[in-house]
């Protein structure tokens, strides 16, 4: 997965668990609604000041927008422990 889908997933996935909309989101960061829909597309790059302050808004660490999923046992692995 590249660093622009991590990314795009977890905006999405901490906007809706903060309960915000596109477009509240974007207010509270002080940038368009179109932008946050077209980050969370992989349409665009975020700038690191984006970042930061999309960050802000959802309460963590700028760092937290680009930690990559743990990898966790594959569909195949779990049959083998069957």
Known sequence: MEIREVFARNLKA???AK?????EL???AGIDRTYV?????CVYN???D???RLA???GVEASDLLLRPPKGPTEIDRE???
């Open 80 to 82: 083998d422990d069957k």
């Open 50 to 52: 984006v970042v930061e």
């Open 26 to 28: 974007a207010h509270l």
């Open 14 to 16: 901490l906007r809706l």
């Open 37 to 41: 829909s077209s980050l969370e597309r």
């Open 46 to 48: 975020a700038s690191i």
């Open 19 to 23: 309960r915000l909309s596109q477009e």
């Open 56 to 58: 802000s808004v959802l």
